[in-house]
């Protein structure tokens, strides 16, 4: 018997971990995941977009428009900024992130800071956008790779039926 030939990539894994951590968003727009892994690829971090610790869900505003403090954006911690504050490692110089969405420029900064060497992601929606051209022009300053997950599957099935 010979062993299986379509088990995940380790990228597919670590991002299959962090579009698994995604689904906890309560966003019902943008849902994002992330997961910081370490050299040994081993996982020590995640996250998902939402409110800070003791911000109730039901008492902040979701929405995209209108008034800044009436929507989502003053209140939300991106995927990227929860997976390094709940880190499990007290390090993360030379780790790796996956992420499902490209980081904004403020995402950037806290990687950056966080020593954080290589970013993966899935999706870059906004390419043309003032925050992702600040992002690149960070990480290419202070030499963070990033890059597009390529050649993976396009749907990996989790049932909870054993």
């Not at 040994?40 to 403090?69: A, H, M, Q, T």
């Amino acid at each position: 018997m010979q062993k299986r030939v379509d088990y995940l990539s380790w990228d597919e894994y670590f991002m299959g971990v962090a579009l698994l951590s995604a689904h906890r968003s309560k966003d019902p727009n943008t849902q994002v995941g992330a997961c910081i892994i370490n050299e040994k690829k081993k996982i020590v971090g995640i996250g998902y977009n939402g409110l800070p610790i003791g911000c109730s869900d039901d008492e902040f505003p979701w929405g995209r428009e209108g008034d800044f403090l009436d929507t989502k954006y003053p209140y939300i911690c991106h995927a990227e900024l929860n997976a390094i504050l709940n880190k499990i490692s007290a390090d993360l110089h030379e780790c790796t992130l996956y992420v499902t969405l490209f980081p904004c420029n403020e995402c950037a900064k806290v990687i950056i800071q966080s020593g954080i060497r290589e970013v993966i992601y899935l999706a870059n929606k906004y390419p043309n956008s003032d925050s992702v051209k600040a992002t690149c022009r960070m990480f290419d300053s202070a030499g963070i790779l990033y890059r597009a997950l390529k050649e993976h599957r396009e749907r990996v099935v989790i049932d909870f039926k054993i």
